[in-house]
């Protein structure tokens, strides 16, 4: 059976108290003071219920079942189906660590493609240049990557870097993975110290995109800070991401569905 994955909070109403009047002197009158209204509710950000994961379990993995929104949550809880490949995936016309291949990993869905491509020209107008290095990854190419993972040490250690086939945020086509020629193009975790690192944490969400795993959140992403790993989400929800130093998974814990 299908389900919406919605978080919701729940907020705290306000009662107000009955008060006693002074009893006067000739003749005994009871008033009552009016109640208060009740505490309006506080509000947070409103989404559209069809930016929730609607998912549906198979074999015990909850698997999403409209992995072409461009707010789906995927993590180590939701997973793509594994035949998933997004339809409008596209080559963005941006600089690339690897030069002018046409593989796999250059591409990204339609809309986050133009948004990166205007990420790179902002942060070219501020003189640094930024390098994709990864982008869509398909099922099959996760399973290998984690294999190989795997192998170097164990899959238990590899796991915490390395999302399980099905649950990466590759697969969706809005991840890119970001580096720079003065970090000699290398995903790693010295990247934040760079220029081009300090200038996307700040800037990314005025185009849309979010550090998705963000140093000390490693609790709740589950995976290993990495600061080279940008999701496209949409400039609303990016802003509103960075203003409460939210991850997404906190996004939607407290994000409500519009009326």
């Known amino acids: 059976m299908k389900k919406i994955a919605a978080w919701l909070m729940t907020g705290s109403v306000l009662l107000g108290a009955c008060s006693s009047a002074e009893e006067p002197v000739k003749e005994k009158e009871e008033t009552t003071a009016p109640a208060k209204e009740p505490a309006a509710e506080e509000k947070g950000p409103v989404l559209d219920a069809s930016y929730f994961n609607e998912v549906e379990e198979i074999e015990g993995i909850q698997v999403i079942q409209n992995p072409e929104n461009t707010l789906v949550l995927v993590n180590k809880e939701f997973a793509f189906p594994s035949e998933y490949t997004p339809p409008d995936l596209v080559r963005p016309n941006v600089t690339y660590s690897f030069g002018d291949q046409d593989i796999e990993k250059s591409y990204m869905r339609k809309e986050a493609a133009g948004a990166l491509e205007e990420l790179f020209a902002g942060a070219k107008e501020n003189g640094l240049f930024l ?129």
């Not at 990864?134 to 294999?147: F, K, M, N, T, V």
């Not at 590899?158 to 720079?180: R, Y």
């Not at 000390?216 to 080279?228: F, S």
């Open 131 to 259: 390098f994709a290095v990864s982008g869509y990854r398909s099922y099959d190419r996760q399973q290998e990557i984690l294999a190989a993972g795997a192998a170097a040490s164990n899959e238990a250690k590899a796991l915490e870097s390395i999302a399980p086939p099905g649950m990466s945020e590759h697969q969706s086509g809005l991840a890119m993975d970001i580096s720079s020629e003065s970090n000699g193009f290398e995903l790693n975790q010295d990247f934040e110290s760079t220029e081009e690192g300090q200038w996307l944490k700040e800037h990314a969400h005025e185009y849309g995109f979010i550090l998705r795993y963000p140093k000390g959140k490693e609790d709740i992403t589950r995976y290993v800070y990495e600061p080279w790993h940008f999701r496209y989400v949409g400039k609303k929800a990016a802003a509103e991401i960075k203003e409460n130093e939210w991850t997404l998974e906190e996004y939607f814990d407290n994000v409500k569905p519009a009326e």
